[in-house]
C-alpha cells in the first residue's frame, strides 16, 4: 500500500457511492457514509472490488438503512424498556452488519429537550438522563 492509500483510509465521504466510485477503487477514499435506503448489491460490490476492503458506515438514528427493513424512532422503542432497548439497538447492527456496513453511527443516546421552539424530534430515548 502507497502513502496515497494509507491515507486514504482515514477518509470516510459522505456522499452517494456512484458519485465517488473512482475515488474508491483508486484508493483515494477508505470508506463511505452511506445514506438511507441505499442500493446493497452495489455498496457490496464496491466494498469489495479494491484489495483492502471499503470501510462502510451509516446512520441508524431512526432505522432507515436500506430500505428492505425498518425500525422505530428511539423514543418509541425506549417505551418497551431498557430489556426492549437493548434487543432493539441489537436487531438494528446485526441487520447493518448483515447488509456491510460495518460501523453505526446510531442509535444516538440524545436527551430530547425543547430549545426556542425546536424539538429534538424522536431521535433521543427520552427527556431525562435516567431514561437515556
Not at 465521504?13 to 477508505?30: H, L, P
Not at 446510531?106 to 431525562?128: H, K, S
Request: with cysteine.
Amino acid at each position: 500500500m502507497d502513502i496515497k492509500e494509507k491515507l486514504g483510509q482515514l477518509l470516510i465521504s459522505r456522499t452517494r457511492a456512484k458519485d465517488i466510485e473512482k475515488s474508491v477503487r483508486d484508493g483515494i477514499v477508505g470508506g463511505i457514509y452511506v445514506m438511507p435506503n441505499f442500493d446493497i448489491e452495489y455498496v457490496k460490490e464496491l466494498k469489495y472490488s479494491r484489495k483492502t476492503p471499503l470501510f462502510i458506515a451509516a446512520d441508524l438514528e431512526c432505522g432507515e438503512l436500506s430500505g428492505d427493513a425498518s425500525w422505530p424512532c428511539a423514543m418509541a422503542a425506549a417505551q418497551s424498556g431498557k430489556d426492549g432497548v437493548y434487543k432493539w439497538a441489537k436487531a438494528q447492527a446485526a441487520h447493518a452488519r448483515s447488509v456491510g456496513v460495518d460501523s453505526v453511527f446510531g442509535p444516538v443516546f440524545d436527551i430530547a429537550f425543547t430549545l426556542n421552539g425546536i424539538a429534538t424530534g424522536y431521535r433521543p430515548l427520552g427527556e431525562t438522563p435516567e431514561i437515556c
